[in-house]
């Protein structure tokens, strides 16, 4: 602070409270929402506070789900979200590690363009080649399948780069003392670079986290087999009624039950989590 | 450049396999077949291919609906970025006068990156639905008749909001980081000279905080452009008549829905195209400013 000025700070306090406050309020209403009944909605606005029906709701969709929409249980929904975001996650860290480690430590021709292969990724968000995408998923059998809702997504260019830049840093002096040790690349990649690296694959597991869990697009593709539905593509689903008002407290309840695990990640791992963010997209 | 490398030609190749064998089967393969693809006129079933040329170009060009989508992508990703973008730095600037209770309120700020765009959407458009939701009712007290179904300009309104949200935390967090990377010394010797506090942040701190402003535009114009798809998808779905068909969804509509094919293609490499450009733009001036 560079001088004292009160009537600039309480400015600053009012600011950030009416920025909370609006960050805040989709969320507040969601969750309102998600403990009414049903006929709560009836009389044509939402109440501002929560009802009685919390536990109820909430049990209703984990259990059961909304079968009208042809949706499955909220908890298997939840558990193919967690297999989809923990695959992506592990997924991309353990190739990009693997292939980072291959440029920064070889000599190797092609070096170069493997490199490029790797880069041109970047340019190829999965919403730009949808179409084919899906074709060349159909034509390896992967509809509706773990593999086909992981795989494709797994390949990283920002990943590989941040693990180049952490491994460019480690002194070539460790390099020299393994190998005189009479250490293999293997072993040197394993009791060296692995712990070295340890807090940025956490940190970048948090960020690959939410990103798997909020995969919608791709989910919502190639899944048509309702055990394979993930929770943030199937609230659309729900949302989705053809006739008739959707029901919105059962909507609601799962749309917090989707954004509860992602949610919780980032602010339990806030630290690792702007490590992360910061250091992968600069 | 590593001094000290280890000699084997195979293993690299070993190691890098995993990762080059899901790029070529699922980006540069797809990629390909979208440049392809975008030659032909195909029917639905993919069983009746001839070659176009340009000619699905030139049918997008003429067409009224995709210049249309072109002008709604371009007003969309503008607002999303200028409304995402001025309400982060107001509050990233609050926070940096805070001593004690920043952390406190990033934290109440941060959370929403983690919120899917497809939830944030489902969110926005029941605060906003018509019948029951709680906004239409305050506007109608002031003499306003919401309805997104209906008003194109609501339902643009609707998905600039849902998507900008979303956005505001992650560029808080980078404004907060430049803020706090300008030296204080600057800012106190600006003070010392007599200058308050707007000037001091129009003279001193925003031009410092240029190369990240540069960055998030960057970021922002990608975000809106290529991963709103989900808001759009979860709110309206594109209307009401194509109000807010951005060019992202209208290949998924096209390809998918309309079975048009070869147009599908042909957008999709336009997009590519804008990537691409995109791209290179942050790394040429964005990458250029940050030492490795």
Redesign the interface.
Known sequence: MIENRPGLSFLAHLVLIAGVVIVALPVWVAFVASTRGATDFMSGTIPMWPGPHLIENYRTMLDTGLSTSGTPPVGLMMFNSLVMALSIAIGKIAISMLSAFAIVYFRFPFRGLAFWCIFITLMLPVEVRIVPSFQVVAGLGLLNSYAGLSLPLIASATATFLFRQVFMTIPDELTEAARIDGAGPMKFFRDILLPLSRTNMAALFVILFIYGWNQYLWPLLITTDAQYYTIVAGIKRMADVVDGLPQWHLVMATAILAMLPPVAVVIGMQRLFVKGLVETEK | M?????N??L???L??A???A??????????G??IR?SFLREDAFGINSSFVGLRNFHGLLDSAQYLNSMKVTVIFAVSVTVVSMG?AL??A???D???R?SRV????????????????G??????FNP????MP?ILDVIGYDWNHNRSKTDAMILVVIASA?KQ???NF??FV?GLQAIP?SL??AA?IDGAG?VR?FFDITFPLLSPTTF?LLV?NIVYAM??T??VI??TTGGGPAQATNIM?YK??FD??IGQN?GS??AQ?VI??MI??AL?VIQFRYVEKR?E?
């Open positions: 590593k001094r000290t490398i280890f084997n030609q293993l690299p190749w190691l890098l995993p990762q080059l899901i790029t070529f089967i699922f980006f540069i393969w797809p990629a077949q979208a693809q309400v107001l509050l600037v609050a926070v006068r805070m001593l209770s309120y990033t934290t109440l700020l941060v959370w929403p990156y983690a919120v899917a765009p497809a939830v944030a489902i969110l926005w458009w029941f605060i019948t029951v939701g709680i009712y949200w505001i935390s992650y967090l980078f980081a204080a800012r106190e003070a506090p001091r960055f970021v290529f991963e798809f989900a998808d979860s992202v290949v998924y390809g998918f094919l599908s293609a999709s997009l590519m990537v691409i791209t940050v490795y």
